[in-house]
């Protein structure tokens, strides 16, 4: 039982799995299970019923003190209800939120963290906003993505109702977009694991009952309850879909030197290059905090206390302070554990702790673990404090760049894919997302940026593919394929600078022959693509102006690559291929189908019915000509033209890293 699935009447909703954004996913989950939905967010609107066959009803308003009186209302009433507003505005709501949780709600409000306008001060963006409400006796999960959004909603759903306890569910939203395949609960899932709205949520009590006891001994006795019933809700949650939660994540399992610690999506990016970082010789663990509220203190000392050192990665910064949210939680928790404090484990001495501090703007690159795991081994040489983005005296040492030596793991897919337009880059995210997960059955997870000048500039999306669900919304560290829309990319910037040994390089072309395709590519590209053993394909995109069927011979290009057998590897290299390279195995046909249903679904409601199927067919087209139809320049006549790679090695592009 998963969330994959939706046996919902397709009149009100396709029950074909669409990759999602962040606030559709958590407009679907609690339209799925909630009676009441208020809103001060551009979100979809929810379904009209729930699983559960209980209508639905949808409030909006820019006013997030009324509608937290409202929850409140409508929760006393009996109902379940949910909020989803942005974290900087429910500061204007504490009182009514410390109100709620006094009474004993069952109310769950999703917290939407945004960077806020440019030159906002840090107080007022990301994370900051939530972490200023951590004093309420409110839980708090931090979600990191889309489908982890759809089930810490679930978590947080159950653990209200059964311990009474109001939930924030905290999201981070960055300038990229991020996109998954999901669809709402099963009503399976959810009748196992919440239960319709009556007998379950808190009611006013009646004349002849007790009212809730306040005061800080109730809330503390209160308090105690919480754990157990978030724990217990994890762990059924798990038992019913497969997939692990709980209120720390940790990779690997076995004890290391080092383990590097943060909370929420930032914690979600370190658990995705602990593998790499591992594979380079580096004893390193990580480590990320999803239970903000109730703080798993003993449970992240035990984690912790035979490490050597430990990094703590925070989006907030608090410099008059002795140190960011996460870090003095941490210290505090040692503190405890180093006095026997009951529950916690007993050490005999605390790790060396250094902290980094992430500026809101700035995205977390795999080059900056590179220079944190570097910091913390230099002992007492490295810096106790430094902040990613700020200025050289509090920046790190970063070693010098080399390109990608293999790929990230055997069973993960990497794509980026570069358009001229951010258009097509959205809607090819989307599409490649939900194409690939119908198709082959693998999580999927797509991400929209825009490149710097040393990248090519133009607006990238990347596409990951894996057995497991993916992990970080950051640029991967290597990819296997680049498919560029426009060719006047190439001679911008370093496209390739992520490029793995034996991947592709998709550009456009008119050309049939690969001798001639090969003579329009720049010297400097040649000279990348002959060290790193790429293959280059040229492909004709189409000439259409709607962005969904360029999107659609992006997605023809993925699944070609997929389908294709792996390069030969280069000389003292195995060749790097797992699962989802032997399992895809289709043809244009299949293509075509593929990719014109999920344009069906991706353009319902959203384009005029009579120009939904002819888009879908074009796109379907474009799609399986992108598959069939694309030109390869043997790999004889890369390796024969050393002129023109000799002249490739002296461009600058050749050497320049991502930043």
């Known amino acids: 039982m998963g969330l994959l699935q939706d046996s919902a009447s397709t009149a009100e909703r ?9 606030v559709g996913a958590i407009t679907l989950v609690e339209g799925a299970v909630s009676q009441h939905v208020l809103t001060a967010v551009d979100s979809a609107t929810p379904r009209a019923h729930n699983v559960f066959g209980e209508a639905v009803a949808c409030e909006r308003s820019n006013d997030v003190v009324a509608l937290v009186r409202r929850c409140a209302e409508l929760a006393q009433a009996g109902e379940r209800v949910a909020l989803i507003a942005r974290a900087a505005d429910l500061a204007a709501a504490r009182s009514e939120l410390a109100v709620i949780a006094a009474q004993r709600l069952a109310v769950v409000v999703h917290a939407v963290a945004g960077l806020g306008a440019r030159g906002a001060p840090a107080a007022v963006v990301g994370l900051a906003p939530a972490f200023a409400l951590d ?22 759903r159950r653990a209200a109702e059964d311990s009474g306890c109001p939930f924030f569910v905290v999201h981070e939203q960055r300038d990229a977009s991020d996109f998954e395949p999901v669809t709402a609960p099963l009503p399976e899932l959810c009748e196992a694991f919440i239960g319709p709205a009556s007998g379950r949520v808190h009611r006013a009590t009646s004349p002849t009952e007790t009212a809730p006891t306040v005061g800080t001994a109730a809330d503390r006795a209160f308090a105690e309850r919480v754990p157990f019933a978030l724990s217990s809700a994890m762990r059924e949650l798990q038992a019913l879909t497969g997939r692990h939660h709980d209120v720390i994540e940790r990779a690997p399992a076995a004890d290391a030197q080092v383990v590097l610690v943060g909370a929420g999506a930032l914690g979600d990016s370190l658990l995705r290059e602990v593998d790499r970082l591992r594979a380079h010789d580096h004893d390193v663990a990580a480590v990320r905090v999803v239970a903000w509220r109730p703080f798993p203190a003993p449970r992240l000392v035990k984690t912790l206390g035979r490490a050597l050192a430990v990094t703590v990665m925070e989006r907030v910064d608090r410099p008059l302070a002795t140190g960011g949210p996460l870090s003095v939680q941490l210290k505090a928790a040692f503190a405890d554990a180093m ?5 916690y484990p007993g050490v005999g001495r605390i790790p060396r702790m250094v902290t980094g501090y992430v500026e809101p703007e700035r995205e977390v690159d795999s080059t900056d673990l590179d220079a944190i795991v570097h910091n913390v081994l230099a002992n007492e040489r490295g810096k106790r404090a430094f902040v990613l983005g700020g200025d050289d005296a509090r920046a790190l040492w970063t070693p010098a760049w080399s390109p990608p030596a293999t790929r990230d793991t055997g069973d993960v897919f990497a794509m980026r894919g570069i358009a001229a337009r951010r258009e097509v880059a959205v809607a090819a995210a989307e599409l490649c997302a939900a194409v690939l997960a119908s198709a082959l059955g693998v999580r999927t997870r797509g991400v929209v940026r825009g490149l710097g000048a040393d990248e090519g500039e133009g607006v990238a999306f990347d596409l990951i ?15 296997d394929v680049v498919a560029v829309d426009d060719t006047a990319i190439l001679s911008r910037g370093n496209v390739l600078a992520r490029l793995a040994p034996g991947g592709w390089l998709a550009v456009p072309t008119e050309q049939r022959a690969a001798d001639a395709l090969w003579a329009e590519v720049p010297p400097w590209v040649k000279a990348t693509v002959f060290e790193r053993g790429a293959r280059v394909i040229g492909w004709f995109p189409a000439v259409d102006e709607d962005p969904w069927v360029t999107a659609a011979a992006f997605a023809g290009i993925a699944l070609a690559a997929l389908a294709a057998e792996p390069s030969a590897p280069l000389p003292g290299r195995e060749p790097q291929h797992g699962p989802l390279w032997s399992s895809a195995s289709a043809d244009g046909t299949v293509v075509a189908r593929e990719v014109a249903a999920a344009l069906l679904t991706a353009l319902e409601g959203v384009v005029a019915t009579e120009k939904t199927a002819s888009i879908a067919a074009r796109g379907g087209s474009a799609a399986r000509a992108a598959f069939e139809k694309y030109v390869e320049v043997p790999r004889a006549a890369i390796e024969r033209e050393d002129d023109g790679v000799r002249i490739g090695r002296r461009d600058v592009r050749v050497s320049r890293p991502p930043t």
Do not use: E, K
């Not at 004093?135 to 947080?156: H, R, S, T």
């Not at 006095?339 to 529950?343: C, I, L, Q, V």
């Open 135 to 156: 004093d309420l006796p409110w839980g708090m999960l931090l979600a990191a993505g889309v489908a982890d959004a759809i089930d810490l909603a679930l978590v947080a």
């Open 14 to 22: 396709p029950s074909r799995t669409w990759a999602r954004d962040l």
């Open 339 to 343: 006095t026997w404090a009951p529950d």
């Open 465 to 479: 593919a894996s057995r497991h669900r993916p992990r970080g919304g950051h640029a991967p560290h290597a990819v």
